[in-house]
Nanobody
Framework: QGQLVESGGGLVQAGGSLRLSCAAS????????LGWYRQAPGKERELVGT???????DYADSVKGRFTISRDNAKNTVYLQMNSLKPEDTAVYYC?????????WGQGTQVIVSS
């Protein structure tokens, strides 16, 4: 059974930075496509970005140029570096790992950006 655990959320002022981490266990990490999603209060969960097992990146337009996803297969960890944060980035951030046969979600980590 796969498990994903996010960390690194918190309170930050607008213009600041945070780095989220997501540690995976119980899955074949290196074959997984990894993603970060977020859900703001009263809104649906939305995609932030993904990184494939080949390292191909894709980002939502709202975070392009500000957020960077990376992965360390040796540590079974995926990261989300968030720079130039805005109040509208406030949300619970979730990581996701999927393959052709399964998908797993983390429990989420709260990010609050104050103006």
């Amino acid at each position: 059974q796969g498990q994903l655990v996010e960390s690194g959320g918190g309170l930050v002022q607008a213009g600041g930075s945070l780095r989220l981490s997501c540690a995976a266990s119980g899955i074949i990490f290196r074959i997984s496509t990894l993603g970060w999603y977020r859900q703001a209060p009263g809104k649906e969960r939305e995609l932030v970005g993904t990184i494939t097992n080949g390292g191909i990146l894709d980002y939502a337009d709202s975070v392009k140029g500000r957020f960077t996803i990376s992965r360390d297969n040796a540590k079974n960890t995926v990261y989300l570096q968030m720079n130039s944060l805005k109040p509208e980035d406030t949300a619970v951030y979730y990581c996701n790992a999927r393959s052709a046969m399964w998908t797993y979600w983390g429990q989420g980590t709260q990010v609050i950006v104050s103006s």
